[in-house]
């Protein structure tokens, strides 16, 4: 067994509870939820989000650290871990929306958003367009468009999703894939000034070695306003698993943020 893991169990052997979200267009979310019971009577709640093609258990570890004190909520978003896909089109602005709806389902105002890559890049948005349903983000190697990805990544994904599309009439997983890849080759588009508008504490990370160009970065930081910048020394773009350290220091120092404004 990991040391991670062993670290993880010691700091909170809880496990999450398991609810089911339905969206208007049909997906079926599963949302899972570490001391549900603090929601309400505790501090914010935080709401994590996994990069593409994960689920929630990329966040294991911080949501075991975090539960002794407060309501840590993670989906598995649509079509990734055991979430089904819906009809609708898929972009960032929907995964967005889908993430308000993880927090009704729990019956939750308000959380602190901590996401990684896909859910980074749905933090900025539900900062921007959710602002009475967040109270902080940490956005982890988040980019504004597919250029803000380094070319050797992008062609390596063009290169996958294409292999994917010629598994897909033998293995349906593979169509599934395919779309989630052609997801961050042809999207997000934000408008760095439309960032303006995010009025919560936040901080913009990414890993010394992120996939995720360093300038595309500090120009979201640049674009939300007061945002914290942190660089993982050493890492890469897997920063719960490269990072974890330094992943839950500046998770606990958002929170410190958020609970002293």
Same mark, same amino acid.
């Given at each position: 067994?990991?040391?991670?893991?062993?670290?993880?169990?010691? #700091?909170?052997?809880?496990?999450?509870?398991?609810?089911?979200?339905?969206?208007?267009?049909?997906? *079926?979310?599963?949302?899972?939820?570490?001391?549900?019971?603090?929601?309400?009577?505790?501090?914010?709640?935080?709401?994590?989000?996994?990069?593409?093609?994960?689920?929630?258990?990329?966040?294991?570890?911080?949501?075991?650290?975090? &539960?002794? @004190?407060?309501? %840590?909520?993670?989906?598995?978003? *649509?079509?990734?871990? #055991?979430?089904?896909?819906?009809?609708?089109?898929?972009?960032?602005?929907?995964?967005?929306?889908?993430? #308000?709806?993880?927090? /009704?389902?729990?019956?939750?105002? *308000?959380?602190? %958003?901590?996401?990684?890559?896909?859910?980074?890049?749905? &933090? =900025?948005?539900?900062?921007? /367009?959710?602002?009475?349903?967040?109270?902080?983000?940490?956005?982890?190697? &988040?980019?504004?468009?597919?250029?803000?990805?380094?070319?050797?990544?992008?062609?390596?994904?063009?290169? /996958?999703?294409?292999?994917?599309?010629?598994?897909?009439?033998? +293995?349906?997983?593979?169509?599934?894939?395919?779309?989630?890849?052609? =997801?961050?080759?042809?999207?997000?588009?934000?408008?760095?000034?439309?960032?303006?508008?995010?009025?919560?504490?936040? !901080? #913009?990370?990414?890993?010394?070695?992120?996939?995720?160009?360093?300038?595309? !970065?500090? &120009?979201?930081?640049?674009?939300?306003?007061?945002? *914290? +910048?942190?660089?993982?020394?050493?890492?890469?773009?897997?920063?719960?698993?490269?990072?974890?350290?330094? %992943?839950?220091? @500046?998770?606990?120092? +958002?929170?410190?943020? %958020?609970?002293?404004?």
């Amino acid at each position: 067994m990991s040391t991670t893991t062993d670290a993880a169990t010691q #700091v909170a052997p809880v496990r999450p509870t398991a609810t089911v979200c339905e969206t208007p267009d049909g997906a *079926r979310l599963a949302v899972f939820a570490w001391s549900p019971e603090l929601l309400g009577a505790g501090p914010e709640p935080v709401l994590l989000l996994h990069g593409n093609g994960s689920s929630h258990h990329a966040f294991w570890r911080l949501a075991a650290a975090l &539960a002794p @004190e407060r309501c %840590v909520i993670a989906p598995d978003m *649509r079509d990734q871990g #055991v979430s089904s896909r819906g009809t609708a089109p898929l972009t960032y602005e929907l995964l967005a929306d889908d993430a #308000v709806r993880a927090l /009704d389902a729990l019956g939750a105002g *308000r959380a602190v %958003v901590v996401g990684h890559s896909d859910g980074g890049i749905e &933090a =900025l948005l539900m900062a921007r /367009d959710h602002a009475d349903r967040v109270a902080g983000i940490l956005a982890m190697g &988040a980019n504004l468009t597919p250029d803000g990805l380094s070319g050797e990544d992008l062609a390596g994904m063009e290169a /996958d999703e294409e292999l994917y599309r010629s598994l897909a009439d033998r +293995l349906p997983k593979a169509a599934s894939q395919a779309e989630l890849t052609r =997801l961050m080759l042809d999207h997000p588009h934000i408008d760095p000034a439309s960032l303006a508008a995010i009025s919560c504490p936040a !901080t #913009v990370m990414a890993g010394e070695f992120d996939m995720i160009a360093e300038e595309e !970065t500090r &120009a979201i930081r640049a674009a939300v306003p007061g945002a *914290r +910048l942190a660089i993982a020394e050493g890492a890469g773009h897997s920063l719960m698993r490269e990072a974890p350290e330094a %992943v839950e220091a @500046e998770t606990r120092a +958002l929170l410190a943020r %958020v609970e002293g404004a």
